[in-house]
């Protein structure tokens, strides 16, 4: 399951003005009700990101899209345990002060469960990085799927699931290089 379109919109310092219904539908259906439209109104998109590296480069797009007056898009992964989603994420500069964002589906491609992408189990011990964008995953100098991640992490026969923070792959910094 995921969604089609989800529009919001945002003031010039990041704070969420409007949610479309979307929005809640897909909260819900990736367990977290706390990112209904009622509690993030007023909130800072920024506050969402718990990597500094990826709230800076969001920044920079952001600032790039007002100063630039030019619409942006960005591709990205949001991933479940069993799907693959891929996702374009598009940037319009402000209107009356109000920049609207757009989360278009692509595709989604099926995947066997993958308990890397679980938000829902127990995690602990190690820290990987995933990429926010791709969704790869940084396992010994390499960023790799998930599903390659969990073969080289020999996560099957482990019982405990690592623990992760979102950074930003050699390639996609690239292409948000030229975006920037
Ligand atoms: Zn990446």
Known sequence: MGFNEITYTIDSDGKIVSTSLEWDEFAKQNHAPSLCKGAVHGQS?????????????????????????????????????????????????????????????????????????????????????????????HITNDWVEAEEAVGRLNLFSSAATPRITHSICEDCMESMSELL
Request: hydrophobic share 35%.
């Open 45 to 137: 998109i920024f506050d969402f990101f718990e990597s500094r590296e990826v709230r800076d480069i969001y920044r920079s797009l952001l600032e790039r899209v007002c100063r630039d007056r030019r619409t942006i898009q960005i591709p990205f992964r949001c991933d479940s345990p069993t799907e693959r989603r891929f996702y374009n994420l598009t940037i319009a500069p402000p209107v009356d002060g109000v920049i609207n964002m757009t989360v278009s589906h692509v595709q989604t491609k099926e995947r066997d469960y993958c308990s890397l992408l679980d938000v829902t189990i127990d995690r602990e011990g190690d820290l990987i990085s995933v990429c926010s964008w791709c969704k790869k995953f």
